[in-house]
T-cell receptor
């Protein structure tokens, strides 16, 4: 069964450094998303991406963040100048089109630890 | 502010019983409703979607939606210890695909 994959599974970085989190969405899906979950808190939407552009972003997704689909399979989240409060699980998700576009399938996540 | 509310639990049920999980949402233009299961340290796993009023059954799971009451529920029949997890309710609002999650209800199924 096709699934979303993410790398790395765990990333440790120092405050102020840049990190790139990588995702390979399900191959025939057209919508891509990033969510994050701070330990013990709700899953929060960051950004959605469709047709090679951002379709929606949350207040969290400020100039510190960017997304890119550099090729036909990868979808990346870049976090510049990381802060301690960026420590969280980051989940990539993807969905198909039509009514199924609402059914989002999540990858296993990347645990980001900022020290 | 669009909100999705769930009782945090834990909801403790004996093996073989029916577990009933509830969720309310704040906005009447909500369109799509989902239940995800999240094991500790893992990612959300989609188990049910429901788009119209009424019941939707899939195996041991039944989702129930009442838009007038802004209420969605999940019933798990013949609960198993492997069902022990946090169940997340998620909703989309308006024409947007972003999911708004509740905080989740922790379910514990004891043998």
């Amino acid at each position: 069964e096709p699934e979303v994959t993410q790398t790395p599974s765990h990333q440790v970085t120092q405050m102020g450094q840049e990190v790139i989190l990588r995702c390979v969405p399900i191959s025939n899906h057209l919508y891509f998303y990033w969510y994050r979950q701070i330990l013990g808190q709700k899953v929060e939407f960051l950004v959605s991406f469709y047709n090679n552009e951002i379709s929606e972003k949350s207040e969290i997704f400020d100039d510190q963040f960017s997304v890119e689909r550099p090729d036909g399979s990868n979808f990346t989240l870049k976090i510049r100048s990381t802060k301690l409060e960026d420590s969280a699980m980051y989940f990539c998700a993807s969905s198909d089109e039509g009514l199924s576009s609402y059914e989002q399938y999540f990858g296993p996540g990347t645990r980001l630890t900022v020290t | 502010q669009k909100e999705v509310e769930q009782n945090s639990g834990p909801l403790s049920v004996p093996e073989g019983a029916i577990a009933s999980l509830n969720c309310t949402y704040s906005d009447r233009v909500s369109q799509s409703f989902f239940w995800y299961r999240q094991y500790s340290g893992k990612s959300p796993e989609l188990i049910m979607s429901i788009y119209s009023n009424g019941d939707k059954e899939d195996g041991r799971f039944t989702a129930q939606l009442n838009k007038a009451s802004q209420y969605v529920s999940l019933l798990i029949r013949d609960s198993q210890p492997s069902d022990s997890a946090t169940y997340l309710c998620a909703v989309t609002f308006g024409g947007y695909n972003k999911l708004i999650f509740g905080a989740g209800t922790r379910l514990a199924v004891h043998p």
